[in-house]
């Protein structure tokens, strides 16, 4: 019953070093995102995909990249670390334009920046 | 235009009383789907509730319900007798239908703080 998980649970990095956060989902959801959570500023898109192969940019993607190259995997790589990227990290999944099925979320990646 | 609105950014509430917590919503679509989260101080998100833009009752679970008012674009959560486990932040999300009916709109959150 593992749902979405995500990897690692706690990171920190240096500016400039790139990392990529890995998120996994076991019930065929075609939906997959990745969202950032700053206080006060609710979760904001990065990235989703709609299926593999297919993805877009959310409200935030500067600085983050995605791909899609299976149904069950969702990486997020940061290509140069800032210490404005430093938040907690959500990966989420869904069944694709059902508007009655929510999203099942990971638990977070904490990621700091120094 | 922001699609998610809660305008409530901290909320107290004495333990067993019950909560209402706001959110307001904005979309052009007839087909859509409204959804609260809790995300307890431990960080995980929980899903609690959703309403379909076409259900004609409000949403229950348990202790939660839904005040959907369409005309108003409202979908006012309801916590009745608040417990000390409640203490959270809570989410509104929004997911239209349509083509595009792929993303997840979140607002800004509620802080609940349950008193004993």
């Known amino acids: 019953n593992a749902g979405v998980t995500q990897t690692p649970k706690f990171q920190v990095l240096k500016t400039g070093q790139s990392m990529t956060l890995q998120c996994a989902q076991d019930m065929n959801h075609e939906y997959m995102s990745w969202y950032r959570q700053d206080p006060g500023m609710g979760l904001r898109l990065i990235h989703y995909s709609v299926g593999a192969g297919i993805t877009d940019q959310g409200e935030v993607p500067n600085g983050y990249n995605v791909s899609r190259s299976t149904t069950e995997d969702f990486p997020l790589r940061l290509l140069s670390a800032a210490p404005s990227q430093t938040s907690v990290y959500f990966c989420?999944?869904?069944?694709?334009?059902?508007?009655?099925?929510?999203?099942?979320f990971g638990d977070g990646t904490r990621l700091s920046i120094l | 235009a922001q699609k998610i609105t809660q305008t409530q950014p901290g909320m107290f509430v004495q333990e067993k009383e019950a909560v209402t917590l706001d959110c307001t919503y904005d979309t052009s679509d007839q087909s859509y789907g409204l959804f609260w989260y809790k995300q307890p101080s431990s960080g995980e998100m929980i899903f609690l509730i959703y309403?379909?833009?076409?259900?004609?009752q409000n949403a229950t679970e348990g202790r939660y319900s839904l005040n959907f008012q369409k005309a108003r674009k409202s979908a006012n959560l309801v916590i009745s007798a608040s417990q000390l486990g409640d203490s959270a932040m809570y989410f509104c999300a929004m997911r239209e239908g349509g083509w595009t009916g792929n993303q997840f709109y979140f607002g800004t959150g509620t802080s609940l703080t349950v008193i004993p």
């Open positions: 989420a999944s869904s069944y694709r334009s059902q508007t009655n099925k929510p999203q099942h």
């Open positions: 309403q379909g833009s076409y259900d004609e």
